[in-house]
């Protein structure tokens, strides 16, 4: 099984400042890597696909990059919405997550 | 548009089994494959298990094989989530998800208590 080890567990940052979320796997593989973002009370959001593809809707300063065992969700200028948990996913082999990253208010 | 409508809330006792169900719509159900995902109060979220509608193939999480089955009922676009010999661990939301897509159901609370 691959394991994804997300960091840092939690982030503290001002609205405005730019924001690096890093995912690690225990095995370099091939294929999808996602990123989504959870706020309290509701269904993940899917941010992006196949490491850096962003899904419908998603502003652009949301951007994905990586391969092999390394992965990044970059957020260029953060908006007080984009506050929330951020997961990782692969589908390398089956499919697992991050146990993900607390994005918060400085 | 695509909906995941997910069946209410449940309260079950240790040892017993639940069956979770999520119905689709707005799209050719047989076309996408959809995931079970679940997260525990407090927690991250934790991959279960995907089912391909079109062949009834499933994959389960090693964690929980022998204690997952999931099925589909075509004539109803309708994926369900059955899950047995629970324990108090097993209290979480349960959410199901269309493969390659953003679209989740709007979970189901399962609350498994004595």
């Known amino acids: 099984e691959i394991v994804l080890t997300q960091s840092p567990a939690t982030l503290s940052l001002s609205p405005g400042e730019g924001a690096t979320l890093s995912c690690r796997a225990s095995q370099s593989f091939s294929g999808y890597l996602a990123w989504y973002q959870q706020k309290p009370g509701q269904a993940p959001r899917l941010l992006i696909y196949?490491?850096?593809i962003r899904a419908t809707g998603v502003p652009a300063r949301f951007s994905g990059s990586g391969s092999g065992t390394d992965f990044t969700l970059t957020i260029s200028s953060l908006e007080p919405e984009d506050f929330a948990v951020y997961y990782c996913?692969?589908?390398?082999?089956?499919?697992?997550f991050g146990q993900g990253t607390k994005l918060e208010i400085k | 548009q695509v909906l995941l409508v997910q069946s209410g809330a449940e309260v079950k006792k240790p040892g017993a089994s639940v069956k979770v169900s999520c119905k689709a719509s707005g799209y050719t159900f047989t076309t996408y494959s959809m995931h079970w995902v679940r997260q525990a109060p407090g927690q991250g979220l934790e991959w279960m298990g995907i089912i391909n509608p079109s062949s009834d193939k499933t994959t389960y999480a090693e964690k929980f094989q022998g204690r997952v089955t999931m099925t589909t009922d075509t004539s109803t676009s309708t994926v369900y989530m059955e899950l047995s010999s629970l324990r108090s661990d097993d209290t979480a939301v349960y959410y199901c998800?269309?493969?390659?897509?953003?679209?989740w159901g709007q979970g189901t609370l399962v609350t498994v208590s004595s």
């Open positions: 996913q692969q589908r390398g082999t089956l499919y697992t």
């Open positions: 998800g269309r493969d390659r897509s953003g679209y």
């Open positions: 196949d490491t850096s």
